[in-house]
């Protein structure tokens, strides 16, 4: 990118969910460099295009096991100079990432924790859910005490939301609280081709969020100084503390999406707390909780999961 010319390609996944987000990407760019051009490229990933398996399984069958489902072919792009800036839901990105890149800002933070969409009359004793993710899958089983179940459902929000107003055994779905509010579903319940479906919010301690959940993360190429300076400057100094612990901690514990842990940071002054929930291979839940100085999150991180490391031993 040539910084005289104030244009930057930004690379997204082409979901309603991603393009959005790419959207507000480019409204924070914009903030900062209001005569900012911005080319958007749409990159489908591993995640998109594998469809037919449990997202847990989707690194093995392509062949990326260190590398997120929605990431590998993002960065690919970037760094083959055919992007100069990559939006990601930093939920889905590993703990660690290559040293030829680098997360140059994290936008404000979303609201971190799940919500169940369910439909009329769902029996709340004997739920049946659907969901791709491991951690869902465990929370649920934890939450409800054995009596709700998880059945693998995959595809963005629209697609999901019309699999279950077409399902005979599905009487939910769990999505991410922040996907919900950015396609502008913010309150208590939601239409779909004239079915309304409710919307509940999951306390965020008792049904544990994703690690980063409700962040997008701008990943730059490290040695592109031109792309940073216009990039940086819509860091969010919080949310990007407090993501940077959880990074931490998911790095240390080597975990990818077929790790079934959850948990988030918060702020208190100069201190920052740390709650975690991982769960054994046989499903078992050890929880976390670590207090430390907010002025070094990744020690935060990395101290939690000595912690659990402790429990398992």
């Known amino acids: 990118m040539d910084a005289m010319s104030k244009t930057i390609r930004i690379g997204t996944r082409g979901s309603e969910l991603a ?3 790419a959207e507000l990407a480019i409204q924070a760019l914009r903030k900062h460099t209001p005569d900012l051009e911005v080319e958007t490229v749409i990159i489908r990933t591993d995640g998109d295009n594998r469809t037919d398996i449990p997202l847990c399984r989707v690194n093995k069958a392509e062949g990326t096991q260190d590398k997120g489902v929605f990431v590998a072919a993002i960065e690919q792009a970037l760094a083959a100079g055919e992007i100069d800036c990559a939006v990601h839901s930093l939920k889905d990105m ?29 029996d709340m004793e004997h739920l049946v859910l659907g969901t791709s993710s491991v951690r869902r899958e465990q929370m649920v089983k934890t939450y409800w005490s054995g009596c709700a179940r998880t059945v693998n459902i995959r595809g963005n929000v629209s697609t999901r939301l019309q699999k279950l107003i077409d399902s005979d055994e599905m009487s939910g779905i769990v999505l991410a609280r922040a ?30 969020p994703a690690l980063c959940q409700g962040a997008i993360a701008l990943e730059i190429r490290k040695n592109d100084s031109a792309t940073r300076a216009i990039v ?29 842990v959850a948990g988030y940071a918060t702020l208190n002054g100069d201190f920052m707390m740390f709650r975690a929930i991982y ?24 101290d939690a999961h000595a912690r659990l490391a402790l429990s398992l031993n």
């Open 19 to 21: 393009l959005k987000q």
């Open 94 to 122: 590993p703990g660690s990432m290559d040293a030829d890149f680098e997360l140059a800002a994290i936008l404000p933070r979303e609201e971190i924790w799940d919500a169940l969409i369910l439909k009329k009359g769902a």
């Open 179 to 208: 996907g919900l509010n950015r396609l502008g579903y913010t309150g208590d319940s939601l239409t779909v081709n004239g079915t309304q479906l409710s919307i509940v919010d999951m306390g965020k301690d008792s049904f544990m």
């Open 232 to 260: 940086a400057p819509v860091n969010d100094r919080e949310s990007s503390l407090c993501v940077r612990a959880e990074r931490a901690f998911l790095a240390a514990l080597q975990a990818d999406c077929s790790v079934p």
């Open 279 to 302: 769960f054994t291979p046989d499903g078992m839940p050890i929880r976390i909780t670590h207090r430390g100085p907010a002025d070094n999150p990744e020690k935060v991180g990395q």
